[in-house]
């Protein structure tokens, strides 16, 4: 099975910067990298899809890019909505997460 | 309203059972397939299954696989998921999605990801 390390496991930011989250596969499974959003108490939020497509409605401050092994999300200039838990997950061989990044406020 | 509705989540013994429902609605529910997703306490996320839209593909998880079994019912546009010899660990909320479909270019293959999640319903293991 594809096994997903993501990294940081936590990080601290302020409003209005850039923050990038890596994820890193056991094997090469590009674009079936997906990233989701999770606040305390809620379902995940699919940001997106396929790599690098944003899902609709989500905001363009979101991005994502990466191929092979490593993939990247990147928040332009974070919001103070934005505080939360960032997972990737691998839809190439069933449907593993990563760890998960929490991004709290410096 | 698409939405996923679950049910069935509780506080069971180690080694007992229990039959999580995933109820569908607002969308052609045997057009998709639907995973099953848990959280721990505390955790991060985690895959446990998933079934294709007519139900003739599955998939578990390691730490699951030979005690829970997942099936639907596209006529009541709903998912199950029999858990069985429950043990401690398998205390967590458990979540159904929805895995959404993209075709991006014509030719290229589709891409998948879970787009519609449900509130969650909580399983608690313990004696």
């Known amino acids: 099975d594809v096994q997903m390390t993501q990294s940081p496991s936590s990080l601290s930011a302020s409003v209005g910067d850039r923050v990038t989250i890596t994820c890193r596969a056991s094997?090469?499974?590009?674009?079936?990298v997906n990233w989701y959003q999770q606040k305390p108490g809620k379902a995940p939020k699919l940001l997106i899809y396929?790599?690098?497509s944003l899902q609709s409605g989500v905001p363009s401050r979101f991005s994502g890019s990466g191929s092979g092994t490593d993939f990247t999300l990147t928040i332009s200039s974070l919001q103070p909505e934005d505080f939360a838990t960032y997972y990737c997950q691998q839809s190439f061989n069933k449907r593993g997460f990563g760890g998960g990044t929490k991004v709290e406020i410096k | 309203e698409v939405q996923l509705v679950e049910s069935g989540g509780g506080l069971v013994q180690p080694g007992g059972s229990l039959r999580l429902s995933c109820a569908g609605s607002?969308?052609?529910?045997?057009?998709?397939?639907v995973n099953w997703v848990r959280q721990a306490p505390g955790k991060g996320l985690e895959w446990i299954s998933y079934i294709t839209e007519s139900g003739n593909v599955i998939f578990y998880a390691d730490s699951v696989k030979g005690r829970f079994t997942i099936s639907r019912d596209n006529a009541k546009s709903s998912v199950y998921l029999q858990m069985n010899s429950l043990r401690v660990d398998d205390t967590a909320v458990y979540f159904c999605?929805?895995?959404?479909?993209?075709?991006?270019?014509?030719?290229?293959?589709?891409?998948?990801?879970?787009?519609?999640w449900g509130q969650g319903t909580r399983v608690t293991v313990s004696s």
């Open positions: 396929a790599a690098s």
């Open positions: 999605a929805r895995m959404g479909e993209w075709n991006l270019r014509l030719g290229d293959p589709y891409y998948h990801a879970m787009d519609v």
């Open positions: 607002g969308f052609i529910f045997s057009s998709y397939e």
């Open positions: 094997q090469s499974i590009s674009p079936y």
